[in-house]
């Protein structure tokens, strides 16, 4: 009776067995991956908006203060999206015709919200905070990066755990004076590490290890 | 080639699994402007009824909150000392919520203005100088003619700030040297 099995059947088994170990590596990476790609954390994608507000006519062409709109992100946990009445300050008077600005002038007609989608979204279970972080030296671009350049508005970071603590961590690699704050394309004047320890005393920006540790963020 | 598959499966599913898991993510519960379905308008945040007076907001400090003072008319004077540090945050104010129209330096003729808003008047006028300082809080307030009005954005207290570094603008359009500390002016960098 001839073998049913060859000997080079031995190599592909040996094969087998590797491959298996190999493509469960290859499996847990890609997931890994894959958790932390643009594609989940939904960075880098522009949102589709009622109305196409561009943060780079506003601010990069304008230079309008990100605070003239988010006006709470210094006092309260929310920055705040403008109400209608802020648009109108100036377009009751520029661009009033525009058909692109028809639902703000409808929205001021008729006391109906705006409905923005929102971009940036950490999960409910997240306790977050604007106030702490500006009155800390963490400056807008930080998190939300270029805003200035944005034609619609994308979140520029993946809002995971992880960036959070990569932050929380090391904040001297970070944080600049309290005056640069809503600066876009801040240059430290020297070595970000020095100036940023110095200004980490100077704020009394708290340990890592109370940073860290669960209950800051989770609470 | 069964366990692999398993392996695979397993995998897969823990991934599918992880990805639907979203109720923790969204709860049933209103953070700042999430909309709500139970109210006609959508809002969660609801709009305070007429009269309501919040714990500490009675707000009849009059000269505080209108610039007025007891006989009604705009009041000359200030409802808390004028301070550096007033000055400082004032500058920092109007530079976010005038300079679009106002410009730097109080003349008018702002970023927004150059786009086809209408001009305002300059601060460095007579009529303007001689206004009293509760007139400048009052258009803050409730906005002027073409103005619109800057309350929901602006607190009172920063307003008064607002008022402070206006005045401080238009004294500085009117300085000569000897306005200036002897002991400061090598740092004017050669100006008479």
Not at chain 2, 9 to 20: E, K, Q, R, T, W
């Amino acid at each position: 009776m001839s073998q049913i099995f060859r000997r080079s059947t031995n190599t592909f088994t040996r094969a087998t067995i590797f491959g298996a170990v190999f493509m469960l590596g290859l499996t847990v990476w890609a997931i890994d991956r894959l958790s932390r790609s643009d594609y989940v954390t939904r960075a880098t994608q522009a949102r589709e908006q009622p109305v196409p507000f561009s943060h780079a006519h506003h601010v990069g062409g304008l230079g309008v203060d990100c605070q003239y709109c988010h006006t709470s992100v210094e006092i309260s946990s929310y920055a705040n999206i403008p109400p209608t009445k802020t648009c109108m300050n100036c377009h009751s008077q520029i661009w009033s015709t525009s058909p692109t600005l028809e639902p703000v002038r409808a929205s001021y007609r008729t006391n109906q919200s705006i409905r923005w989608t929102k971009v940036n979204d950490l999960p409910d279970f997240v306790y977050f905070n604007h106030s702490i972080h500006v009155n800390k030296g963490v400056g807008c671009e930080s998190c939300h990066g270029r805003v200035d350049r944005m034609p619609l508005t994308y979140q520029v970071n993946s809002l995971q755990m992880e960036w959070c603590l990569n932050c929380h961590r090391n904040p001297e690699k970070y944080v600049r004076p309290r005056e640069f704050i809503t600066t876009m394309g801040y240059q430290p004047a020297g070595d970000q590490e020095e100036i940023g320890r110095k200004l980490v005393a100077e704020y009394k920006i708290q340990n890592a290890r109370t940073l860290t540790s669960c209950s800051t963020c989770h609470r | 080639m069964r366990t692999k598959l398993t392996l695979g499966g397993l995998a897969l599913s823990l991934a599918v699994l992880s990805a639907c898991r979203q109720d923790m993510h969204d709860q049933p519960k209103y953070v700042p402007l999430r909309p709500s379905d139970f109210f006609a308008d959508g809002r969660s945040a609801r709009p305070i009824a007429e009269g309501t007076v919040a714990r500490g907001h009675l707000n009849d400090d009059k000269l505080f909150y209108t610039g007025k003072g007891a006989d009604g008319r705009p009041s000359q004077e200030f409802p808390m000392p004028v301070t550096k540090a007033l000055l400082l945050r004032g500058e920092q104010r109007y530079n976010i919520y005038c300079t679009p129209c106002h410009d730097r330096t109080g003349n008018g003729n702002g970023m927004i203005v150059r786009r086809g808003y209408r001009r305002p008047p300059t601060y460095h006028s007579d009529r303007l100088r001689q206004q009293p300082n509760g007139y400048l809080y009052d258009v803050i307030t409730n906005g002027f003619g073409a103005m619109p009005d800057y309350a929901a954005q602006v607190q009172p207290a920063d307003r008064w700030a607002i008022v402070a570094y206006i005045r401080a603008l238009q004294l500085s359009q009117q300085a000569s040297i000897n306005d200036v500390p002897p002991e400061a002016r090598n740092q004017l960098g050669g100006a008479k």
